[in-house]
């Protein structure tokens, strides 16, 4: 069976589209782990975090469910690869 995308992977993947999000010329390895999401270096909002997981999924060639992000809050790039790696895992156990 299959388990997705490692979690390196997904950190990498995730790193590169908050950094295009966030209009920046960065290195994945130049944003660390608990970097906040909306902060002094990263600048995301609620149209721009719906457009990064659609990047995000076609990137990891994922499907991500929407019931995967109720009730969880996103405050760093940990908490985004955190449920996008569940997400993958998930996605690749169903196929």
Partial sequence: MTTGPDR???SESVKRVVIAESRLSL???QIQDNEPLNGDLLRLN???FVGMLVHLEDALD??????LFVG???KTVDDLV???AEG???TEAQR
């Fill in 8 to 10: 390196t992977a997904v």
């Fill in 27 to 29: 290195a994945p390895e």
């Fill in 46 to 48: 609620s149209l721009g």
């Fill in 62 to 67: 994922v499907t991500l469910p929407d019931d």
């Fill in 72 to 74: 969880r809050t996103f």
């Fill in 82 to 84: 955190e449920v996008v």
């Fill in 88 to 90: 993958a895992s998930g």
